[in-house]
């Protein structure tokens, strides 16, 4: 009775939001994007195409609301917001006569129903691996979440023609493919993957090969668009990234970036790239992390402490979102991965994230990298009883590379 009675409460939201705002994706061309990954990344590569293609857009993400000229960082602490809130966003997109609508999608927007009653007119999937396991119970039934957004815009979406972009890569791939067939003849799968794009010799300012998977899937989204592909080629040489994903606060004489990383297998991504793209063995990898989401994904934390035991010549353990969670435990579960890597791998606990950040950069010598992951571009630190503090982590590590007083 409970289950039942929380699905109705979700259920009627939605369908409410779209009553009162009009079914507003009825007047837009609807794109829901999900995965594990690169969400972020392959939706602003979508809108950067789009926009030099002339056309008006409006996106939701984790990291920015924009509709039209107007844009505001997503300071939600949600990256699908419910209560209306998605709604309201596709009814001022099509009010400022937006052409594209383009929504971020979570595995927990959908077990909330915040896709339904929005007809989109495509999804695409970036890709799927271990997340969000404690809340959703199992990776089984996080893929069905994922696969249920497919199997919703096949069978309820109103549009008369849904495309629907698969990973051809992934090993799930075949789970969403037939969520998708369920469409029938209105349905059209795209499969897509990197090697899909090397006849193109694209350059591309975005390091790492999972941004060719995110490069892949922005363009066969955009060829679906019959868009001049001189303009996508344009597009995706000029898109210099999106803030907190791998970016690069200093580049000498040594580098600092800051990524979004909070996951076994992006974390891994990101310190791989690091050390064979853009240090090409030169250097040592000086790695500051935590564990985002205090009191959920246990199961991550000694695993990612596995993988800096082998990538990382430093390791300074600190301070992450730990909401109610004692934060000296998540550190703890790290150090045992660390240790049980059987590296012998030193480590150093700063608790304060500002004092974990200085002391990396001080250790750093010309020719090596600090890497700062888990926050990205994260406006808040999440606390205890629902307490939250700003936080600006590209603004802080400038601040202290440039020896500035930092405000508490």
């Given at each position: 009775?409970?289950?039942?009675?929380?699905?109705?409460?979700?259920?009627?939201?939605?369908?409410?939001?779209?009553?009162?705002?009009?079914?507003?994706?009825?007047?837009?061309?609807?794109?829901?994007?999900?995965?594990?990954?690169?969400?972020?990344?392959?939706?602003?590569?979508?809108?950067?195409?789009?926009?030099?293609?002339?056309?008006?857009?409006?996106?939701?993400?984790?990291?920015?609301?924009?509709?039209?000229?107007?844009?505001?960082?997503?300071?939600?602490?949600?990256?699908?917001?419910?209560?209306?809130?998605?709604?309201?966003?596709?009814?001022?997109?099509?009010?400022?006569?937006?052409?594209?609508?383009?929504?971020?999608?979570?595995?927990?927007?959908?077990?909330?129903?915040?896709?339904?009653?929005?007809?989109?007119?495509?999804?695409?999937?970036?890709?799927?691996?271990?997340?969000?396991?404690?809340?959703?119970?199992?990776?089984?039934?996080?893929?069905?979440?994922?696969?249920?957004?497919?199997?919703?815009?096949?069978?309820?979406?109103?549009?008369?023609?849904?495309?629907?972009?698969?990973?051809?890569?992934?090993?799930?791939?075949?789970?969403?493919?037939?969520?998708?067939?369920?469409?029938?003849?209105?349905?059209?799968?795209?499969?897509?993957?990197?090697?899909?794009?090397?006849?193109?010799?694209?350059?591309?300012?975005?390091?790492?090969?999972?941004?060719?998977?995110?490069?892949?899937?922005?363009?066969?989204?955009?060829?679906?668009?019959?868009?001049?592909?001189?303009?996508?080629?344009?597009?995706?040489?000029?898109?210099?990234?999106?803030?907190?994903?791998?970016?690069?606060?200093?580049?000498?004489?040594?580098?600092?970036?800051?990524?979004?990383?909070?996951?076994?297998?992006?974390?891994?991504?990101?310190y791989k790239t690091l050390s064979h793209v853009h240090r090409k063995g030169a250097g040592r990898l000086i790695c500051v992390l935590g564990a985002a989401g205090?009191?959920?994904?246990?199961?991550?934390?000694?695993?990612?402490?596995?993988?800096?035991?082998?990538?990382?010549?430093?390791?300074?353990?600190?301070?992450?979102?730990?909401?109610?969670?004692?934060?000296?435990?998540?550190?703890?579960?790290?150090?045992?991965?660390?240790?049980?890597?059987?590296?012998?791998?030193?480590?150093?606990?700063?608790?304060?994230?500002?004092?974990?950040?200085?002391?990396?950069?001080?250790?750093?010598?010309?020719?090596?990298?600090?890497?700062?992951?888990?926050?990205?571009?994260?406006?808040?630190?999440?606390?205890?009883?629902?307490?939250?503090?700003?936080?600006?982590?590209?603004?802080?590590?400038?601040?202290?590379?440039?020896?500035?007083?930092?405000?508490?």
């Amino acid at each position: 009775m409970r289950i039942s009675l929380k699905f109705w409460y979700h259920y009627f939201l939605a369908w409410l939001g779209s009553v009162i705002y009009k079914r507003p994706s009825e007047k837009l061309l609807v794109i829901g994007i999900t995965g594990t990954k690169g969400k972020s990344t392959v939706m602003e590569l979508v809108n950067a195409i789009l926009e030099l293609a002339g056309k008006k857009t409006a996106l939701i993400s984790s990291v920015r609301i924009k509709v039209d000229k107007e844009s505001r960082p997503n300071l939600t602490g949600m990256t699908m917001p419910g209560r209306f809130f998605i709604q309201k966003f596709l009814r001022e997109a099509a009010d400022k006569d937006c052409q594209y609508a383009i929504v971020e999608v979570t595995s927990q927007g959908i077990l909330q129903h915040r896709d339904r009653f929005i007809d989109f007119d495509a999804a695409l999937i970036t890709n799927l691996e271990p997340e969000h396991i404690e809340a959703h119970g199992s990776f089984e039934k996080y893929r069905f979440s994922k696969v249920r957004f497919f199997r919703n815009v096949a069978l309820l979406s109103r549009k008369p023609d849904r495309k629907f972009f698969i990973n051809s890569k992934m090993k799930d791939y075949d789970h969403f493919a037939s969520a998708a067939s369920l469409a029938g003849n209105a349905a059209k799968i795209i499969p897509y993957n990197r090697k899909d794009i090397e006849k193109y010799k694209l350059k591309t300012k975005l390091l790492g090969e999972f941004n060719l998977e995110n490069i892949a899937a922005a363009i066969a989204l955009a060829r679906s668009q019959n868009l001049d592909w001189d303009i996508v080629r344009e597009a995706i040489e000029e898109f210099g990234g999106v803030p907190g994903r791998l970016e690069f606060i200093q580049k000498e004489p040594f580098s600092v970036v800051i990524d979004y990383a909070h996951t076994p297998d992006s974390l891994e991504k990101v310190y791989k790239t690091l050390s064979h793209v853009h240090r090409k063995g030169a250097g040592r990898l000086i790695c500051v992390l935590g564990a985002a989401g205090g009191g959920r994904d246990v199961w991550k934390r000694p695993v990612m402490g596995e993988i800096a035991a082998r990538y990382c010549h430093e390791i300074i353990l600190t301070n992450e979102d730990p909401f109610d969670e004692d934060p000296n435990e998540i550190i703890h579960q790290i150090t045992e991965g660390i240790k049980n890597a059987g590296l012998n791998k030193k480590f150093k606990i700063l608790m304060d994230r500002r004092d974990a950040i200085r002391a990396a950069v001080k250790t750093a010598k010309k020719g090596d990298t600090v890497i700062i992951t888990g926050k990205g571009s994260e406006a808040y630190m999440r606390l205890a009883n629902n307490k939250k503090i700003p936080w600006n982590e590209r603004e802080i590590v400038s601040k202290i590379l440039n020896n500035e007083r930092i405000e508490i």
